[in-house]
């Protein structure tokens, strides 16, 4: 996939990404623990999560989840509402006036296709949304994809490969795209 890199498990560097998941882990936990009025504790919370500040008009419904934080910027009047899975490992970027339906997952991580490898190593390329952008309910958007400006990525659509701006994608279809050796 575009932009992919790999990061090698066993090392000091998957170490220190494990370390951060369960910092974050447990900043989430206590996100999705808050009072739903509590906006000031939700704004501290989310300071820490993504390592810095966010901005004023950024609305994140819980509950949410995230595992590392530090990979994720946010542009203007972006909403993301309840439920969402950021995986930002590789780098989530979301431009402005973004809408982020309920249950999206964001996953800019995963693992090498080949099964002698899968153990070996964490994959991860970012992910870009770009401004005016919405994202249905339950979509899925895979590591490496860009979605262009003024797209809608319809409720429950897999998005394995980048969408042209001002586009409307839909649908969860599984293709196979090659066999895979065996070991």
């Not at 996100?31 to 739903?36: E, H, I, M, S």
Request: hydrophobic content about 40%; overall charge negative.
């Amino acid at each position: 996939m575009r932009g992919e890199r790999r990061l090698p498990t066993r090392t000091p560097e998957s170490r220190e990404f494990a370390a951060r998941v369960q910092v974050v882990m447990g900043l989430t936990a206590r996100l999705n623990a808050l009072p739903f009025d509590d906006l000031d504790g939700r704004r501290v919370l989310l300071t820490e999560i993504f390592g810095g500040p966010v901005p004023d008009s950024l609305t994140v419904l819980p509950p949410f989840f995230c595992d590392h934080g530090l990979g994720a910027s946010f542009g203007e009047r972006v909403f993301i509402n309840q439920g969402c899975y950021f995986l930002d490992l590789g780098g989530i970027t979301i431009g402005d006036r973004v809408l982020i339906g309920p249950r999206v997952t964001l996953t800019t991580a995963g693992h090498p296709v080949e099964p002698a490898e899968r153990f070996d190593f964490i994959t991860a390329a970012p992910i870009v949304i770009e401004d005016d952008v919405w994202i249905g309910a339950a979509a899925t958007i895979c590591p490496g994809v860009t979605i262009g400006r003024g797209s809608v990525v319809g409720a429950g659509a897999v998005v394995a490969k980048d969408v042209p701006p001002m586009s409307v994608v839909t649908g969860t279809s599984a293709v196979e795209r090659r066999r895979l050796t065996s070991h």
